[in-house]
């Protein structure tokens, strides 16, 4: 069985995605090939402590709760991130990971719900988006568009009617705190009849913080 280096375990409510507000474990893997401008968890991207499978596992037991989600980093960046997500799914939990759609998805065990970044124009790595990863998202998988600005928007819509990304997968657009007002995020969703979930980050909200802890 595989070892991961691994930032951070921990139990919060869920920040984002279709599932926010549950009470969730995260498991934080390090490392990221990417360094987008606005990234809130830069603290990931070195050090962390290595780890085996079986550890992490023991470790995901300790909290009550189905729901656990992988992320980093960049958690693909580490092979055996395919393999611990499974042995997860083995044990029962929803499983989501948070990847940034740069690195190859066609591993993922189905019964994982991928959470996927396409790298906006404000991010500074929009030449990273592996647009065949679009190939590989079921009904099931979420698509995230991080706005910062109306460039952002107007190519997320773009992206949108290009893939028919509403026709594959469920679509998320999120203001980037400080950044874009979220109030006129929500009224150009609104005005342009988006099928799209809008979402501000709850733990940032909640505790000003990038973890939710």
């Known amino acids: 069985m595989g070892s991961l280096r691994i930032t951070e375990i921990f139990y919060s ?18 490392g990221c090939p990417l360094r987008c401008v606005y990234c809130d968890t830069t603290y990931a991207f070195t050090g962390g402590s290595k780890m085996d499978i079986n550890a992490i596992l023991d470790q995901v037991k300790q909290y009550p709760t189905l729901y656990v989600t992988v992320t980093g980093g960049e958690p693909l960046a580490q092979p055996a ?47 990273k988006n592996l647009y065949q990863n679009i190939t590989y998202l079921t009904a099931n998988d979420q698509v995230k568009f991080v706005i910062g ?7 997320s819509k773009q992206i949108l009617t290009e893939y ?27 005005a342009d009849y988006l099928p799209v979930r809008f979402q501000i980050q709850l733990h940032k909200l909640l505790w000003d913080d990038a973890q939710g802890k």
């Open 164 to 190: 028919t990304l509403a026709d594959r997968c469920q679509i998320l657009f999120s203001p980037v705190m400080g950044q874009q007002n979220p109030t006129e995020l929500a009224e150009k969703i609104l």
């Open 81 to 127: 991130c395919i393999e611990l997500m499974s042995k997860l799914a083995d044990q029962g939990y929803q499983v989501s990971l948070e990847t940034s759609g740069a690195l190859d998805v066609s591993k993922v065990d189905p019964r994982v719900i991928k959470v996927m970044d396409l790298k906006t124009p404000s991010s500074g790595e929009l030449s």
């Open 13 to 30: 409510l869920q920040g984002e995605s279709n599932t926010v507000g549950l009470p969730t474990v995260f498991i934080r893997l390090t």
């Open 149 to 155: 600005s109306d460039e952002d928007y107007q190519w």
